[in-house]
């Protein structure tokens, strides 16, 4: 653990991406095969948590003398439960053991930390866990602590992107990059063989993985349109993800690099019937059951939050597969050919399995920019978020490249609320209350409507986490209760009704567009007026 | 009427005719020490530790009237009886005791800290009725680790670093001497100083505090010229023009908030130094108990916890002074 805690205390500090993949490539170069390894699962991110949060912040509080509310005011004021924890070890009193005995615990390597430590702390059983928390923290310093804490409870966040960590694999195992990408992207197993499968050429390719996804930017102010250049189709509003089928066998991922074929049966069996040694990169929809339609993404979320996929679900919101791009046929990888080469397949392909689970995001006519914008408005009629504009020349890269993929989402929804509540930020927003909940009218009463946390600059969040202070009604807890005298311009994606808030809406991707200096709190607008703006049931 | 009352002014001792580190111009004015947020221009007398004559001027300008005490000297005021005690904060830092024949004895602890500094007098604990004290860092995730270690880790980090220089983000006055003085004991290599720095860390040296030695930035140089070398600078150069000199400097910041990963990220600093002039938790806690004060005021930083944690787990009268500093948590 020592090991590994220098170099995730080494990330935190570096700014500089070469800096972290120069010391991740020290540490794989370093450290056993197997430590590697599980290094890079876990900067991944692709180890399921062992604890939650809370159930980490209870076996110290039951381990510790301190009491509750001030592990609270801790909590709040480092922004993250597993940082605080190590920083209040000094809290917790001293363990059985001798000073070499916990010398030689924190010295062990991850690997032994991984497959022989963290199964002590089995998920149902909380006497062991505390058992073993307590041993660890007493063996480890703040850092080591806060390393371990973050392997227990999830999410590192050191600003460690997925391609970083593979080029650092490769360059420290001098392999190419690309076997490296495929062979980390998915699921894996952590073990030694990873990288000594890695290093020799022969090793047979994992027959479910997924291609690292090519992403779109954001359509720049300068842009100019080309119509014969561009590929134009529909931005659907699901889950990205590739429908992969090699050696009889279908894969569904996630943009995520989830494998989420188990949350949708409708479409495993008939995509089954895609020859074997096909990839391909589109849209999974819910698709409505009176149009010919995709539903609106609230209905997707409601079928993946079900734990239990009866049939009348599946038919309530059945799911459907918009093909966007042919990455693999027959076995061979398509990447380095042309958009239009690949799409051209691509229409050859869904044409002859002709499933109707199956259809292809539609390419679409524009003369001008004039038109170009005529269809992005048109597009939340047809239930999409905005356009994609794609380089027919392009071949399909690896992460976000700019100047290959734009998306081009229509305007989004605007709304003028008060800010009614706030709380303390985690990561570089400790400390700050820089969470908020912004609340609309309901006659004469104030409703909470959505939270926002971004769209602010450092300097009106600095003035705003001044005036929070200052305007504080009640506290509850780490929440303030300010006075409704503020009012910011949000926006968001979509708009759905909800059960769970107040409001009874839910937005999507909310987010802070302007402070309203301009307007007092009883001009803000109402939950009318935010129902209004309820996609019309397409 | 207690002896000490909060207005808009400052802490106010009416018995005694005289603020502490007020926030307006008054007639007289003690002063716990030289920080910009303790000792503000415009007051007709001010009255401080001797020790802090030298930078108060320095601050101040030399038209400002200063009146010096020496440490335990006993000075009368209207009704009550004043002396100033070593802080351990700052170079001439005081905690300001008071004493009335009815009131009894208060003690203003100002900004304090127990841990070893070679720049100024160390912290004196003294008995009182009431007790007023900074919490600025009063939360136990601030528990610091011995200075001289963490002054050894930043010269390491110095030195580590050779073909870019480092710039150390430090207060110019107060935290910029007292890692100069540890350094003093590390090398005898110069150590180039921001230029706001200069004027306080002369202050320092004409005080008989023994530094590591410095010298202005090289008016014209490349960058070259800083390959491998030491620079400290206050914070608010981070980012600045000034700052263009230096080709892909190491940065780091060497404050009490440096514990708190968050604050590092947010300040966007590549490392951080846990040094504070500030007591930290088991410093406060420990202070409070030596004052054996039967009623304990908090101001600054986490006052509200601090007073809860005092009488809910201490046992100790305990109070959180009114939200006059709020949001403003003085970096120091």
């Given amino acids: 653990m020592k090991r590994f805690a220098a170099l995730y205390r080494a990330l935190d500090g570096a700014t500089a991406t070469s800096e972290k993949v120069s010391l991740l490539e020290a540490y794989v170069r370093e450290v056993s095969r ?24 209870q076996r110290f509080l039951e ?104 080029r650092a694999v490769a360059s420290a195992l001098g392999v190419e990059l690309s076997r490296v990408q495929r062979a980390l992207t998915g699921d894996f197993a952590p073990s030694a063989a990873l990288l000594t499968d890695l290093e020799s050429s022969t090793a047979a390719a994992d027959d479910s993985k997924p291609y690292p996804f090519l992403l779109a930017h954001p359509l720049e102010d300068d842009f100019v349109f080309d119509p014969a250049r561009w590929q134009l189709e529909y931005k659907w509003d699901g889950i990205r993800g590739q429908v992969i089928k090699r050696a009889g066998q279908l894969f569904l991922w996630s943009r995520g690099e989830e494998l989420v074929t188990p949350s949708f049966p409708d479409l495993r069996e008939p995509l089954s019937s895609l020859p074997d040694g096909t990839a391909i990169d589109g849209e999974i929809l819910a698709w409505s059951t009176t149009d010919d339609a995709p539903a609106p993404f609230a209905t997707l979320q409601t079928r993946l939050q079900r734990k239990n996929l009866t049939p009348a679900v599946l038919r309530g919101a059945p799911a459907r597969v918009v093909a966007y791009d042919l990455l693999e046929l027959g076995g061979e990888d398509l990447r380095e050919r042309p958009l239009a080469e690949r799409r051209a397949a691509l229409e050859k392909l869904v044409t002859d399995v002709a499933l109707p689970v199956l259809s292809i995001s539609a390419v679409l006519e524009a003369k001008s920019r004039e038109e170009l914008e005529a269809l992005r408005e048109a597009a939340h009629e047809r239930g999409a978020e905005g356009l994609m504009l ?108 909800s059960a769970r808030h107040k409001s009874g809406l839910a937005v999507r991707f909310p987010r802070i567009l302007r402070w309203r200096r301009d307007k007092p709190a009883r001009e803000a607008d109402s939950v009318t007026l935010a129902e209004a703006l309820l996609n019309p049931p397409k | 009427m207690a002896l000490i009352d909060v207005t808009p002014e400052g802490l106010r001792c009416a018995l005694g005719g005289f603020y502490v580190d007020p926030a307006a111009s008054v007639d007289r004015a003690i002063l716990t020490h030289a920080h910009a947020d303790h000792a503000r221009p415009g007051s007709v007398e001010y009255v401080c530790a001797q020790s802090s004559l030298e930078v108060l001027r320095a601050r101040l300008g030399d038209d400002a009237k200063l009146v010096g005490l020496e440490y335990g000297e006993r000075r009368r005021f209207g009704d009550v009886t004043v002396s100033l005690h070593p802080a351990g904060h700052v170079l001439g830092s005081a905690q300001v005791r008071i004493e009335h024949e009815r009131e009894g ?138 700052m263009k000199r230096f080709k892909s400097p190491q940065t780091a910041f060497a404050s009490g908030w440096m514990a708190v990963r968050g604050q590092k990220t947010r300040r966007g600093y590549e490392r951080g130094f846990v040094l504070s002039d500030h007591a930290d938790w088991p410093s406060l806690v420990k202070t409070v108990e030596e004052t054996r004060a039967k009623r304990v005021l908090v101001t600054h930083g986490s006052s509200d916890a601090f007073a809860r944690y005092l009488r809910e787990s201490r046992g100790i009268d305990a109070a959180p002074l009114g939200h006059l500093y709020e949001g403003d948590e003085g970096d120091t």
């Fill in chain 1, 390 to 497: 794609k380089d027919r020349e392009s071949v399909y890269g690896i992460g976000r490249k700019r100047g290959v993929w734009w998306k081009h989402k229509r305007e989004p929804m605007t709304v003028d609320a008060v800010l009614v509540y706030a709380q303390a930020g985690s990561g570089r927003r400790a400390n700050l209350f820089t969470d908020y909940t912004f609340a609309l009218w309901k006659g004469d009463e104030l409703v909470s409507f959505a939270k926002a946390y971004s769209g602010l600059s450092d300097e009106e969040l600095a003035e705003l986490d001044k005036w929070i202070r200052k305007n504080t009604r009640e506290k509850h807890g780490p929440v303030r209760v300010v006075e409704p005298e503020l009012v910011f311009e949000l926006a968001f994606e979509g708009i759905a009704k």
């Fill in chain 1, 63 to 166: 381990a510790s003398a301190m009491p509750e509310w001030l592990f609270e005011e801790c909590r709040g004021h480092v922004g993250d439960t597993a940082e605080t924890v190590a920083l209040l070890l000094h809290a917790l009193p001293r363990s059985d053991g001798t000073d070499e005995s916990r010398e030689a615990l924190a010295a062990l390597p991850l690997s032994t930390w991984m497959e022989d430590e963290l199964p002590r702390c089995p998920r149902d059983d909380v006497d062991k866990q505390r058992a073993a928390l307590v041993r660890w923290w007493s063996a480890l310093s703040p850092w080591e602590a806060l390393a371990l804490n973050k392997v227990l409870t999830g999410a590192f966040r050191v600003g460690v992107s997925g391609g970083l960590v593979q």
């Fill in chain 2, 105 to 242: 004895v208060w003690v203003i602890s100002g900004d304090y800290k127990r841990d070893p500094d070679p720049t100024c007098a160390p912290f004196e604990p003294l008995a009182c009725d009431t007790f007023i004290t900074e919490a600025t860092f009063a939360l136990p995730v601030y528990v610091w680790t011995d200075p001289r270690v963490v002054a050894k880790e930043l010269f390491d980090c110095w030195r580590s670093e050779r073909t870019h220089a480092t710039l150390v983000f430090c207060y110019a006055f107060g935290k910029a001497q007292r890692i100069l003085a540890h350094l003093a004991e590390l090398t005898d290599e110069p150590v180039f100083l921001h230029g706001a720095m200069e004027r306080l860390t002369d202050a320092y040296r004409r005080a008989g505090v023994s530094l590591a030695k410095t010298s202005p930035l090289p008016e014209s140089a490349s960058h070259k010229d800083y390959a491998g070398r030491l620079v400290l600078c206050p914070p608010s150069a981070n980012r600045s023009p000034w």
């Fill in chain 1, 34 to 57: 197997a430590d590697a390894a599980w290094a890079v699962y876990l900067l991944l991110d692709k180890k399921k948590s062992a604890l939650s949060s809370g159930a980490l912040r």
